[in-house]
Nanobody, 114 residues
Framework: QVHVVESGGGLVQSGGSLRLSCIATSIFSIYTMGWYRQAPGKQREMVAIITSGDSTNYADSVKGRFTISRDNPKNSVYLQMNSLKPEDTAVYYC?????????WGQGTQVTVSS
């Protein structure tokens, strides 16, 4: 089915930037891809999503700071994160939607220090 791998997480100071990358491999077409995050003790939440036609949607908390983009021929999606805040600290997960399933990566840790 679909295999999803994320990378690019790390430790950064408040106000800094990180760029997350995700590659999905599949025998099916990939429709919507997106980034979600889960902080300790919190439920997983949507951060940003993008369709195969490049329509995007962002959580209010990241609008103006994060940008999602994708490379359809390579089934890759990216999340440019600027002006990071300690509240952004979480494990970030990539999700890829195909005609038959939703697939998740294992996550990449983002830690923002004060």
């Amino acid at each position: 089915q679909v295999h999803v791998v994320e990378s690019g997480g790390g430790l950064v100071q408040s106000g800094g930037s990180l760029r997350l990358s995700c590659i999905a491999t599949s025998i099916f077409s990939i429709y919507t891809m997106g980034w979600y995050r889960q902080a300790p003790g919190k439920q997983r939440e949507m951060v940003a999503i993008i369709t195969s036609g490049d329509s995007t949607n962002y959580a209010d908390s990241v609008k103006g700071r994060f940008t999602i983009s994708r490379d359809n021929p390579k089934n890759s999606v990216y999340l440019q994160m600027n002006s990071l805040k300690p509240e952004d600290t979480a494990v970030y997960y990539c999700k890829a939607t195909s005609p038959v399933s939703e697939s998740w990566g294992q996550g990449t840790q983002v830690t923002v220090s004060s």
